[in-house]
């Protein structure tokens, strides 16, 4: 008679610490808790982070001021975001890292305008400006594990955290792996600002490739000159993305503005779009190489349109079918080369 087995119920190699972090197949699945909504739907969840992006003066801060506040008050900022902290993690950490003194404070006092009171006593800002990259560093982590019922924690912005610069491949991954370890260890949210790329719609350097990969959702904020309005953006999402929205400043506060008709329609078909219209971005796009990889192209094309990532595939397929641009596989990596390129 054959004899059973049984399954160990510990790791064979009695490793204590490697044990807490076993996955259990029988554990009752349940969805992290909601920290924030945007367009209705969940994009900041207990235990992950944001990443907000955009160019310079492409109303990043404008867009971190109203997310901040939604989650100060669980108040709805915009018509789309909206704070959902549970009543016994209502604190919220914000650390401003590149304004000067004047800039900072000015920004808090607008969140504070924001929220209609003067001094939330459930937010704590700090200005880091003075400090050295090293040196916020620890006054972030310290204030994180110091905190009591925290909810979410506000970064502005990443880049100055970084001692080597955005390029140094370990110091990029040492650090996310901070934002990640925070996430988790302490049950949070955390929302955190990159410039882009000057050509592109890409997070700068080695640190914005690592949270790009790692964000629970990646928000972008551009500027619509032409109608005087913020376009604010998912351009991914873990699970659902949000739709568009826009915003404009009256009177020194962000406030709901409607989407531009045009760009409501042609946001949604690029058969709205004429050849002209298209091949111009193409010829932009593929300026420096005539194959770029997906990620890029997606960027392109929603940075030019103002439209979200899952949008731009449809431009994707378009431009397929027109034999503008032709696909390539190269192992696991699919690449796009333009078919009418000149150079």
Not at 122 to 139: D, F, H, K, Q
């Amino acid at each position: 008679m054959e004899k059973k087995v049984e399954i160990p119920k510990c790791d064979i190699n009695k490793n204590v610490a490697l044990q807490k972090l076993r996955i259990n197949p029988l554990s009752e699945l349940s969805e992290p808790p909601v920290y924030g909504m945007i367009g209705g739907k969940p994009s900041m969840t207990a235990g992950n982070f944001c990443l907000l992006c955009g160019k310079a003066k492409s109303g990043k801060t404008w867009t971190l001021m109203t997310i901040t506040a939604a989650l100060i008050n669980n108040s709805l900022q915009l018509n789309n975001i909206r704070g959902c902290l549970p009543d016994n993690k209502r604190n919220v950490l914000y650390f401003d890292t590149e304004q000067s003194t004047f800039h900072a404070t000015r920004t808090i006092k607008r969140v504070c305008k924001l929220t209609n009171d003067p001094n939330p006593g459930n937010l704590l800002a700090y200005g880091l400006r003075p400090l050295t990259p090293a040196e916020r560093l620890v006054v972030i982590e310290d204030a994180i594990n110091t905190t009591e019922n925290l909810g979410a924690v506000i970064i502005d912005g990443i880049r100055d955290l970084l001692t080597m610069g955005i390029n140094d491949e370990q110091e990029a991954t040492s650090l996310t792996s901070k934002f990640l370890k925070w996430t988790a260890e302490f049950n949070i949210h955390l929302v955190i600002v990159l410039h882009q790329n000057k050509n592109d719609l890409n997070a700068r350097g080695h640190v914005g490739t690592e949270v790009l990969n790692k964000a629970e959702t990646i928000i972008s904020v551009t500027k619509d000159k032409k109608h005087d309005i913020y376009v604010i953006s998912c351009d991914e999402g873990r699970d659902i993305t949000f739709e568009d929205f826009a915003f404009m400043i009256i009177d020194g506060l962000p406030v709901a503005s409607d989407m531009p008709e045009e760009g409501q329609v042609k946001g949604k078909n690029p058969q709205n779009f004429s050849d002209k219209d298209h091949l111009g971005l193409l010829d932009q796009i593929f300026a420096e190489s005539k194959k770029i990889d997906g990620e890029t192209l997606e960027r392109g094309i929603t940075y030019n349109y103002s439209i979200g990532i899952v949008k731009s595939r449809d431009f994707i397929t378009h431009f397929l079918m027109k034999q503008w641009v032709k696909k390539e596989r190269e192992g696991k990596r699919i690449f796009y080369v333009y078919q009418r390129a000149t150079f």
